[in-house]
């Protein structure tokens, strides 16, 4: 599979419109992109590789085409073409980039994107976990597991690369505290063996840790492009590991939930 790419019209604005006081050359070019007001503002403004595709260079006031390869696909996903992006070099808009074509199916991008979009979300949560109250953590965890379940559930499948590496393990957050009270249940290891009737001591810690380890394993692949190792990893570890533990730590959030007073 491809990495996700955008062909465009690049436009830049003249020097007269406080554009760029001189040209972009051949060498991949790295402005940001206005994805537009669906992301929080720390996140509109995302970066890209430009790479010309006709002539040496690109003067200001003048346009070409040239292709776009997104540094943070999950972003992306909604861009379609007829979009028209404004280009800046940090604050400083510099120019307009409209979308021609995009070289995955908006579909296939949209699930992937939607994982992405949620799996940096539950790793973001999880480093701060530890300063939460427990009712609130407990609530929010439940909430990113539900996110993350559910996108999980819906990752496509690849095959990986011939040359796939082995990522590195990943630790946990140094000031993780667990989930008092809450951090120990019970649950049944085959929910379809009429036999097992034995209730088996589950973690809510080792439960969360896991998802994140498996996640951050997958992001190892992700962050340096190899997209399809990446989504292999997570649809093979959500099958096979990840999401076990995401859902019988649900059923007993569902309960912890209930039972947590506000204030805790």
Request: proline fraction near 7%; hydrophobic fraction near 45%; charge should be negative.
């Amino acid at each position: 599979m491809e990495r996700l790419a955008f062909t465009v019209t690049l436009r830049l604005l003249p020097e007269s419109e406080n554009g760029r006081r001189g040209p972009i050359g051949r060498d991949v070019y790295h402005p940001l992109f206005d994805l537009g007001g669906r992301l929080p503002l720390e996140e509109r403004l995302s970066g890209a590789g430009v790479r010309l595709l006709g002539g040496e260079s690109l003067e200001p006031g003048a346009e070409c085409t040239a292709v776009l390869m997104p540094i943070y696909l999950e972003h992306w996903d909604v861009i379609q073409p007829g979009a028209i992006l404004p280009v800046h070099e940090g604050l400083k808009l510099v120019g307009h980039a409209t979308v021609l074509d995009v070289n995955w199916t908006q579909e296939f991008a949209r699930v992937v994107a939607a994982f992405v979009r949620a799996a940096r979300s539950y790793c973001s949560f999880v480093a701060r976990a530890p300063l939460i109250p427990l009712g609130e953590r407990l609530r929010l965890t439940r909430d990113h597991l539900l996110s993350l379940y559910a996108a999980g559930s819906a990752l496509p499948p690849v095959e990986p690369s011939s040359d796939t590496r082995q990522s590195p393990d990943f630790p946990a957050p140094a000031e993780w505290v667990g989930f008092a009270q809450f951090e120990y249940y019970w649950e049944v290891f085959d929910a379809y063996d009429p036999e097992d009737t034995n209730g088996l001591a589950g973690s809510l810690s080792d439960d969360i840790l896991d998802v994140y380890r498996d996640i951050r394993s997958g992001f190892w692949h992700w962050d340096k492009g190899q997209i399809a190792d990446a989504i292999w990893e997570w649809r093979f570890s959500f099958a096979h590991h990840w999401g076990r533990h995401a859902a019988g730590a649900l059923l007993a959030l569902h309960q912890a939930c209930a039972q947590a007073k506000p204030a805790e």
